[in-house]
């Protein structure tokens, strides 16, 4: 939720939620390859859908690019409902959050908003 001095408060409340914000670590690997390396954030509804990106794209919500230089990095992707989409935004219910890198599925959870 933004509150109106600009500043960000969580909340698991659908009808008082603006945006997701999904934070996640990426820890040490000595073999994987240095550069950047884009993130995909794929958030599904309870009813099976993908929530869309704001480029239209319907298998992802969001992407960042990050620097991977083989150690810990600690990073976050935000989502904001596009206003053009036909479904309903931030709707009671559960919701699968997964992280991917290219085709790879690298984290995932639940939220659940009341």
Known sequence: RVLSSGRQRDTDRADRSDMLRVCFTILENRIAPVGDKTLR???TDS???VLPSAEGD????????????RDRLDACVFYEY???SVLEPYRPGT???EI???STVIGTTDLVLR
């Open 41 to 43: 954030l794929r958030v």
């Open 47 to 49: 009813d099976g859908n």
């Open 58 to 69: 319907s298998d992802f919500s969001a992407s960042r690019t990050v620097d991977y230089a």
């Open 82 to 84: 596009p206003d053009d």
């Open 95 to 97: 919701y699968l959050v």
């Open 100 to 102: 991917l890198e290219g």
